[in-house]
């Protein structure tokens, strides 16, 4: 595997293994409680948000995979830690194998994501590297909010 689709792999798994981890030791009542914040999202609806945003990114956008993503209903999710675990594991699994056979020549290779996959905004024009390093800065930020929310969990 080329070094630089190698760290890309290792850095988004090892991230989406430490929002997964950020949940242990929660209740279910704590994971799916949505803090009393207008617009804030439960520890569980981060964590299945954050796998959503790495599946439709790296397999769909940066691999080319053909996949829908249902971006409402992860906000709307609700669920225990072993059904977030299970997915995390799978989906780690999966993009393993997609970028042990992604060939490098492709990563700069430039496109206009499909606005299912993209999020929020207008998709425009990426590399396919840019669309793995949105990865690792999607789910870093959101990282740090379930820290913090899991903290405040345990704190009251």
Known sequence: MNADIETYSDQIRSLLGRVCGTLEGLSQEQLNRRPPLPGANSAYVVAVHTLGNARAWVLGIACGRPLRRDRPAE????????????????????????????????????????????GEGEPHEISRRQALLHVIEHASIHLGQLQVTRDLLRSG
């Not at 989906?91 to 996959?117: Q, T």
């Open 75 to 118: 906000f709307a999710s609700a669920g225990m830690h072993g059904d977030i675990e299970a997915e995390h594991h799978a989906l780690s699994e999966e993009i393993g194998r997609a970028l042990a056979n992604f060939d490098p020549a492709r990563l700069e290779e430039r496109l206009v994501p499909p606005g299912e996959l993209w």
